[in-house]
Nanobody
Framework: QVHLAESGGGLVQPGGSLRLSCTAS????????MGWYRQAPGKERELVATLTSRGSPNYADSVKGRFTISRDRTFNTVFLQMNDLKPEDTAVYYC???????????WGQGTQVTVSS
């Protein structure tokens, strides 16, 4: 069982920045995909960005050019640098760890990001 620990959410003004991090413990799968999804009130959960263990990123169109996803060299921690934040980025952000080979899918508890003046 992989456990995901998230941190870095909070309140920020429009145009500001935040950095989210998520560490996967008891991770033993060398081929995996880590990433971030978000869910705003009354909306479905949506992809924000993912990064494979081989380093291939994928971004939602709404965050391209503003958000950057990265992983540390152990590949057990994923970061989401969020710049030029907008009110529509307000949501609960969830970390995800997926192992497609075995159809494993793990989620963090979520961290709130609020963009407001």
């Amino acid at each position: 069982q992989v456990h995901l620990a998230e941190s870095g959410g909070g309140l920020v003004q429009p145009g500001g920045s935040l950095r989210l991090s998520c560490t996967a413990s008891r991770s033993r799968f060398t081929t995996n995909i880590m990433g971030w999804y978000r869910q705003a009130p009354g909306k479905e959960r949506e992809l924000v960005a993912t990064l494979t263990s081989r380093g291939s990123p994928n971004y939602a169109d709404s965050v391209k050019g503003r958000f950057t996803i990265s992983r540390d060299r152990t590949f057990n921690t994923v970061f989401l640098q969020m710049n030029d934040l907008k009110p529509e980025d307000t949501a609960v952000y969830y970390c995800n760890y997926r192992v497609p080979q075995y159809d494993y899918d793990y989620w963090g508890q979520g961290t709130q990001v609020t963009v407001s003046s």
